[in-house]
Each structure stands twice: as structure tokens, then as C-alpha cells.
């Protein structure tokens, strides 16, 4: 990292991922008053999301966005 700073002073390093985030439900038990059954709603697909993050390790400073798929062109756009 200092010989990249050495050689462009107003350059930053920026490290980046991507990720999927698999929305599925679970039960488990849980304490509700008596008479009073609890109603849980479960989609019967399995969702997800995929999102691309960045961190500026200079700044500190991240983004992330949230993308329909990852793919070498959602990569190339991120």
C-alpha cells in the first residue's frame, strides 16, 4: 500500500465484494398469551438479494448498492 501511495500520491484503495442474502424462514417456539395463537407468514419461494459493496480503505468511507444479479456486467457497472 505505501509504494501505490509513493507512486500516486492522490490515488486511494478501494476493496470491494459482492454477496447474496438468502431470505428463508424459520419457526421456532415462542411464549403468546393463551387463546392467542401467533400467525407467521412464509413466502413458499426462497427469495434473495444480491448486492456489491466498496470500502475506501483510506477514508473509511463505503458504499453499497443492490443489484438483481451478479454477473461479469453488473460487475463491470459496480
Known sequence: MT???QDH???????MDEMSLYLQAT???????V?????VRVSP????QH????LCLESGQ????????L???TTLHF
Open 3 to 5: 509504494d501505490f501511495k
Open 9 to 15: 500520491p492522490h490515488g486511494f484503495i478501494v476493496t
Open 27 to 33: 419457526t421456532q417456539r415462542v411464549w403468546y398469551p
Open 35 to 39: 387463546g392467542q395463537r401467533p400467525i
Open 45 to 48: 419461494q426462497r427469495d434473495c
Open 51 to 54: 448486492w456489491y459493496g466498496a
Open 62 to 69: 463505503e458504499v453499497a448498492l443492490s443489484v438483481p444479479g
Open 71 to 73: 454477473d461479469s456486467q
